[in-house]
């Protein structure tokens, strides 16, 4: 295995704002290379506080382990989404805090026998779990509708029905295999310009990435088995990367915040509702000077964080 290499993004500003209790109970939804990871683990007390870290994909769930060695802390292979039932197996019912550093890491990007990177030639895989359909599947598969849709909708891809037609019509002839054959199809699709200015297949290997990790069913579904799970006074800190996922959690966080849930055109509350969290962080936080300096990933992070109150 080559060598895990991770910067944490917001690693300060969320130990902060997780407020770390060292005798408390914590999920690290993102293990990856346990930056944020071992950070909260250090701070809890080796008898009574505890980490559990998780991750989907089998290579971080080893590296975390190895990591994390000696701190009170637990590597557990699982999707975040089905937070609750891993932590049902090892008996813990409530936690303090949970934190979730959504999409990939720079080690799976930058390796480029795992499929994501569109700057090195490899079979077009894009799976964190190593599992299930990858990205070959889907480009070979997914009717031009389909395409059409994630390039839209997860990668903001404004040449989206020209790159779908070309997928379509290019895997008539044979099978799309390879980063570089879908990197190809996508900037023989935009315009001269567009392909001048600067790489044209961010947005499209974005949007086959989403959709082949479920990351938005993921996360809709991790928001609320996150919040069960915590106790009274847990807080939950989320980093997203993106306008979509970040949409999705500052939507989420508001109604925990708000409570009722009736229609706004109800002249007043019949539901009853009231809040059952706060929020710690009105508006996202984002990386400081020194840290954009030094880690370009983190240009588009930004983190929110609530504390339940019931
Ligand atoms: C940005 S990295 C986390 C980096 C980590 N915070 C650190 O400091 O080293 C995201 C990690 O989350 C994992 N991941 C993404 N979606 C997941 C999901 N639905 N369930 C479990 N792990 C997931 C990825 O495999 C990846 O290792």
Not at 1 to 24: A, C, R, W, Y
Not at 168 to 196: C, M
Request: aromatic content about 6%.
């Amino acid at each position: 295995m080559e060598e895990f290499k991770h910067i944490s993004v917001l690693l300060n500003e969320t130990i902060e704002l997780l407020d770390i209790k060292p005798d408390g109970i914590y999920v690290d939804g993102t293990a990856g290379g346990a930056g944020h990871s071992r950070e909260i683990a250090k701070r809890l007390d080796p008898e009574n506080g505890r980490l559990y870290a998780l991750d989907r994909d089998p290579e971080a769930v080893k590296v975390a382990g190895e990591r994390l060695a000696g701190l009170p802390a637990q590597v557990i292979h699982a999707d975040f989404a089905d937070m609750r039932a891993a932590l049902k197996n090892v008996g813990v019912e409530k936690v303090q805090g949970v934190l979730l550093d959504l999409g990939v890491s720079s080690y799976q990007l930058d390796t480029a026998r795992r499929g994501f990177s569109y700057h090195a030639d490899a079979p077009l895989d894009m799976r964190m779990s190593s599992e299930g359909m990858s990205a070959k599947d889907l480009v070979n598969t997914w009717s031009y509708e389909d395409l059409r849709r994630i390039l839209y909708d997860y990668g903001e891809e404004k040449f989206a029905p020209a790159i779908a037609k070309a997928i379509v019509a290019a895997r008539e002839i044979k099978p799309i295999e390879t980063t570089g054959e879908l990197a190809e199809l996508v900037k023989s699709s935009v315009p001269q310009r567009v392909r001048r200015e600067k790489n044209p297949c961010k947005k499209t290997f974005q949007a086959v990435r989403i959709a082949v990790n479920d990351e938005m069913g993921q996360l809709d579904r991790a928001l609320d088995e996150a919040f069960e799970l915590l106790a009274p006074g847990g807080r939950l800190a989320i980093i997203t990367f993106h306008s979509l996922e970040d949409r999705m959690v500052k939507r989420r966080f508001a109604e925990f915040c708000k409570g009722c849930t009736c229609p706004p055109e109800f002249p007043q509350c019949v539901c009853g509702k009231t809040p059952r969290a706060k929020a710690v962080t009105r508006k996202p936080v984002t990386a400081a000077e020194e840290e954009l300096e030094h880690n370009n990933r983190s240009r588009s992070a930004k983190l929110r964080v609530v504390e339940k109150i019931k």
